[in-house]
């Protein structure tokens, strides 16, 4: 079998995307007419996406913030769909700097969740009212390509009450095309490899050469491949504060205009993690990203890729979370616990090291759709585009005219009135309920509306998963 996909090209050039930073002075009409473009749900190039980021003056860069929030809501409206991620195992060949999984660290705790401990793991997450799972594994034999399909039929597999889990997603190391073709057999939704820094420097600096995830070509050709296997639902990000974050930027624009061009497929979803502290971790700092320029890289990606959902991990503060939610995030975590086990366990008796790093935004499920809720947003529990086939090219067509807005809205107000009946407080449930209400009268195809009434009346009889 060929190691890399059909016909693959490095992409990414360092000393041209150094020089493209470099020459790209603020011009405040070339930046208008990226706006102007991008707002027609165009994606944008390197060359446009390197204009927005060389805004420096406040107002300039105000524009842009608000250009990405009024794109925000045509394209996602004001859902945030919801999800948790789910580790299952910390064993590791590589030697990645900034991870407390790496090999050469021998304080970590390493562990694999045995069968039990898994369900026991997904019923605590079914119990809060989970449907949405990412499922996080280290590099090593051990979580071969047949493992991590074994444990996907397994989460889908475990019941508690009205709880199930209706979409895993993956993040893991690449594979082979035949290894992407056995994990998608066990009906994965996103597979989520991140490259980490697309600087072919540093990433040689921070993946050492004698391990697999050293690499940087073998990474980087990781999606095609799974495309090449059928998986059209990919998930791609950087690691921000390893390298200059307007690099990585622009990077993560050229991968999804490679995707798109290759395979007429661009991400389902881009990720953008910063570096967090770990224990066993020592990082130069001369890359860190402030929240100032974090927020601005955010808007800048929400306008490069405009079809492409984006991904905030509790990684960040609540703070930052909340402010980031207006002008591009469609997807955080919620209740997340990235301790081997920690959700069964409960949040006070986690250690630390099993641990990949430290989380900032420590709210509980309830506190984040409560909260969600109270400043005006929609949180979905939403599962169906998959489920019925449209990911991939289909997805394209419906996300990029913006017709998601039919599905996704009637789906978030279903999936929230489930959570709403099963898992939340009174208080909770009462503020969702009249939500769903003002949301139910802004759909304006009354038959639409009638539609959806008579699904969320069948949820009051006892009646789940009414999905569109
Ligand atoms: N082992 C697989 C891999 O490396 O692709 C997947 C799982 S890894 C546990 C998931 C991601 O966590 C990595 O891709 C990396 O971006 C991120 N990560 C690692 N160390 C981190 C840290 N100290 N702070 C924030 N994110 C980190
Ligand atoms: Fe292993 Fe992934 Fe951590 Fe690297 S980032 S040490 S590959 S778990």
Redesign the pocket.
């Known amino acids: 079998m060929e190691k890399y996909s059909r016909g693959h090209s490095d992409f990414i050039n360092d000393a041209d995307l150094d020089a493209l930073i470099l020459k790209t002075k603020e011009d405040k009409l070339r930046i208008r007419d990226v706006l102007s473009k991008s707002m027609s749900k165009v994606a944008l190039s390197a060359e446009e996406c390197a204009a927005l980021i060389a805004a420096e003056d406040e107002d300039t860069v105000e524009e842009i913030k608000e250009a990405a929030r009024k794109l925000k809501k045509e394209v996602y409206g004001n859902r945030i769909v919801i999800f948790a991620p789910l580790y299952i195992g910390n064993h590791?060949i590589?030697d990645?700097e900034?991870?407390?999984?790496r090999k050469s660290l021998r304080t970590t705790v390493r562990k694999t969740l045995t069968e039990n401990e898994l369900v026991s793991e997904v019923k605590a997450l079914e119990n809060v009212g989970h449907k949405r799972l990412i499922l996080?594994?280290?590099?090593h034999p051990d979580y071969s390509p047949g493992f991590i399909a074994d444990t996907v039929r397994k989460v889908y597999s475990v019941k508690s009450g009205h709880g199930e889990i209706r979409r895993v997603n993956i993040?893991?190391?690449p594979m082979d095309v035949e290894g992407f073709r056995i994990v998608k057999d066990s009906g994965i939704g996103t597979y989520q490899?991140?490259q980490?820094t697309y600087h072919h420097k540093t990433y040689e600096k921070m993946h050492p050469k004698n391990t697999c995830?050293g690499d940087y070509l073998y990474r980087q050709d990781g999606l095609s491949r799974a495309f090449e296997a059928g998986c059209d639902d990919m998930g791609i990000?950087a690691?921000f504060g390893l390298y200059d974050w307007r690099f990585e930027a622009i990077a993560l624009v050229k991968h999804s205009l490679y995707l798109q061009e290759r395979y007429g497929v661009g991400p389902h979803t881009i990720s953008f993690?910063r570096?967090?502290p770990?224990h066993g971790?020592e990082l130069d700092s001369r890359y860190f990203v402030s929240d100032k320029d974090f927020v601005k890289l955010i808007a800048i990606l929400r306008l490069s890729v405009p079809y492409t959902g984006m991904i905030l991990t509790a990684?960040e503060s609540a703070k930052i979370r909340n402010e980031a939610l207006g002008f591009g995030v469609s997807q955080i975590d919620a209740g997340s616990c990235i301790e081997l086990g920690g959700y069964a366990k409960g949040k006070e008796k986690n250690e630390g090291n099993k641990e990949?790093?430290s989380l900032s935004d420590t709210r509980s499920m309830e506190e984040i759709v409560n909260e969600l809720i109270q400043t005006g947003y929609l949180p979905s529990f939403c599962t169906s585009c998959y489920r019925l086939g449209r990911t991939g090219k289909v997805f394209m067509e419906y996300a990029i005219p913006g017709f998601i807005g039919d599905f996704c809205t009637p789906n978030a107000l279903l999936t929230l009135k489930e959570y709403l009946l099963d898992y939340a407080s009174e208080e909770t449930k009462g503020k969702g309920l009249d939500l769903i209400n003002n949301e139910m009268q802004k759909i304006s195809d009354l038959s639409r509306r009638k539609i959806v009434n008579e699904k969320l009346k069948a949820l009051d009889d006892d009646q789940r998963d009414m999905l569109f």
């Not at 900034?98 to 999984?101: G, L, P, R, T």
């Not at 996080?136 to 590099?139: A, M, N, S, T």
């Open positions: 590791c590589n990645c900034y991870c407390a999984f996080v594994f280290g590099e993040n893991a190391a490899i991140f980490e995830k990000g690691l993690p570096i967090r770990a971790v990684r990949q790093f």
